[in-house]
Nanobody, 121 residues
Framework: QVQLVESGGGLVQAGGSLRLSCAAS????????VGWFRQAPGKEREFVAA????????YSADSVKGRFTISRDNAKNTVYLQMNSLKPEDTAVYYC??????????????WGQGTQVTVSS
């Protein structure tokens, strides 16, 4: 079973940038789509972005289009989420997940523990 570990979260001012990483250990990401989700206090977990195994297909939520970019380096078993022009409403715990794909959590069977992103105004 693949284990996922996120890193790169932190506190940033509005307009700033962060890059999140999701590293796989145990089994690799082989053949799996990897997605990023986020969950703010009192809210449901929501889809952010996803990337196919080969990287040829990416899709993202309307709320982050033009600001967030997902990419992957299969040689390093790592997926990245570059977040630019951050807004206070981007504050949440960010999770990466591996699975079949899609915009809903039930499309993913392996999850990381999450990394906190806090954007101050």
């Amino acid at each position: 079973q693949v284990q996922l570990v996120e890193s790169g979260g932190g506190l940033v001012q509005a307009g700033g940038s962060l890059r999140l990483s999701c590293a796989a250990s145990g089994r690799t990401f082989s053949g799996k789509t990897v997605g990023w989700f986020r969950q703010a206090p009192g809210k449901e977990r929501e889809f952010v972005a996803a990337i196919s195994w080969g990287g040829s297909s990416t899709y993202s939520a309307d709320s982050v289009k033009g600001r967030f970019t997902i990419s992957r380096d299969n040689a390093k078993n790592t997926v990245y989420l570059q977040m630019n022009s951050l807004k206070p409403e981007d504050t949440a715990v960010y999770y990466c997940a591996a699975g079949i794909g899609g915009k809903y959590p039930n499309g993913y069977f392996a999850w990381g523990q999450g990394t906190q992103v806090t954007v101050s105004s």
